[in-house]
């Protein structure tokens, strides 16, 4: 039987793992477009007094695989016992190397991890107040989420800045826009 050419009576299907491992490192590429392209002096622009500063949220971003980690080596998080100190940056050389290293840290989990761990519960709580009682997988699911949510935010943040936009899942307005003029 063949699939999209792909002879899928010989091939051998992907673990939960290495599925999520591909989709983590896809997203990690494209992130790191977006954080490396960050103004060092607009650190401290927000588009609306509600919104977090620029550094506030490439930060945040710059930490988020730090839960991959979390996810498989805790069972919870309480920020009544461990209260949540965001990561503080200077630069985007910072930003990166937070970045890098979170996310080998988290490589390394999850390429020791087994697929049945997955299913396990893992919660996140604020004493009593449960914000989310999820499987390991399902609170990797939703760390990639917040990883790709808050990068389009970025994406709001750089264009408002008037700062070109790199692609995502295909070129940018702003990446087409340049191609033409090299036509």
């Keep these: 039987m063949f699939l999209c050419g792909i002879n899928i009576k010989n091939?051998?299907?992907?673990?939960?793992?290495?599925?999520?491992?591909?989709?983590?490192?896809?997203?990690?590429q494209i992130t790191r477009k977006f954080l490396?392209?960050?103004p060092n002096d607009k650190y401290d622009w927000k588009p609306h007094p509600k919104?977090?500063?620029?550094?506030?949220?490439?930060?945040?971003?710059?930490?988020?695989?730090d839960w991959f980690?979390?996810?498989?080596?805790?069972?919870?998080?309480?920020?009544?016992?461990k209260a949540y100190m965001p990561v503080i940056v200077k630069n985007n050389a910072e930003v990166m190397d937070k970045f890098e290293t979170a996310y080998a840290e988290s490589l390394l989990h999850l390429e020791l991890a087994k697929d049945d761990v997955l299913a396990e519960p893992w919660k996140l709580r604020n004493g009593d107040y449960i914000i989310f009682d999820l499987t390991r997988y399902e609170t990797i699911r939703v760390t990639i989420a917040q990883g790709i949510h808050h990068r389009a935010q970025l994406g709001v943040y750089l264009r408002?800045?008037?700062?070109?936009?790199?692609?995502?899942?295909?070129?940018?307005?702003?990446e087409l826009e340049a191609q033409q003029q090299f036509v």
């Excluded at 091939?11 to 990690?28: F, V």
């Excluded at 408002?160 to 702003?174: E, T, V």
Aim: proline share 6%; hydrophobic share 50%.
């Design 11 to 28: 091939h051998k299907a992907m673990s939960i793992i290495e599925l999520l491992l591909k989709e983590i490192e896809q997203e990690a």
């Design 36 to 38: 490396s392209i960050v």
């Design 51 to 65: 919104s977090m500063s620029l550094m506030q949220l490439i930060a945040h971003i710059a930490e988020l695989p």
């Design 69 to 81: 980690t979390l996810a498989l080596t805790t069972d919870e998080l309480d920020f009544a016992q």
């Design 160 to 174: 408002l800045l008037n700062i070109p936009i790199p692609g995502s899942y295909g070129p940018s307005a702003d």
